[in-house]
């Protein structure tokens, strides 16, 4: 008998324990880092040596979501069968959390999905808010991510899409046909992240020097700096310092 099956009651075997079941297939994802910080260099001192930091799982909400989040959903669903695609072809998966409704979208879909929750009179999000980027070196195949913030002044709503793209193809569609105002806002993420957004009227570097190498908030990015003397006392430069990861 099994450590996660209980023993038989009066009126035959029991039900395994749910929660029993879901740690078990916890412990066998994949460990991500070990250790507080991850350090493979030197010892670590945290006191937390043992300790085994899994990929965390996919999250994904299910119906119902709550607040206007089902009228939302509901609403673009059938705008997208009536333009001939499919909801769930067009979203990964819907997240809600902390009372915030985020859509995860294929890219493929971007353009189609912005325009619709933009001219949409029951969705009526006029508004982007801007974009930002996000680096997940552990997140295989979808490595860099743009994250937009939609705001319905009509209905008095917000939302967020979010969009992946590997980083061996680093291409997402950009917006600016749809919401003008994230032209600079595409620039300084494809400056800083490196995402290609196709179609943008004119991608160059808006933070860093045109002739900049690299794109200095990925996670990848190296520190670099310069050595610094203070007081007889050496201080090494970042990329030179203990490693922790």
Request: glycine content about 12%; overall charge negative.
């Amino acid at each position: 008998m099994s450590d996660t099956t209980p023993p038989p009651g009066p009126d035959g075997p029991a039900e395994p324990d749910p929660a029993a079941l879901a740690g078990r297939q916890r412990l066998s994802d994949q460990v991500v880092r070990t250790g507080m910080f991850g350090t493979g260099t030197t010892g670590d001192t945290s006191g937390y040596g043992g300790l085994q930091v899994r990929r965390a799982p996919v999250p994904s909400a299910p119906r119902p979501y709550g607040s206007y989040f089902d009228e939302v959903a509901d609403a673009l669903s059938d705008r997208l069968e009536g333009d001939g695609t499919g909801f769930g072809d067009a979203v990964e998966r819907v997240i809600v959390d902390r009372g915030e409704l985020t859509l995860h979208v294929r890219r493929e879909y971007l353009l189609q999905v912005a325009g619709l929750l933009r001219d949409e009179p029951t969705l009526a999000f006029e508004l982007c808010g801007g974009v930002s980027g996000v680096h997940y070196p552990a997140d295989a195949g979808r490595e860099l991510h743009a994250v937009y913030q939609l705001r319905s002044i009509t209905h008095n709503r917000s939302l967020r899409l979010e969009v992946s793209a590997p980083d061996a193809d680093p291409h997402i569609p950009s917006v600016v046909g749809v919401y003008p105002t994230c032209n600079w806002h595409e620039r300084e993420t494809w400056d800083f992240f490196g995402i290609v957004f196709d179609g943008h009227p004119g991608l160059t570097r808006i933070e860093m020097p045109d002739d900049w190498k690299g794109h200095p908030q990925r996670k990848d990015y190296p520190l670099g700096g310069i050595p610094v003397e203070y007081r007889g006392a050496h201080v090494p430069p970042p990329d030179e310092r203990r490693s922790y990861t």
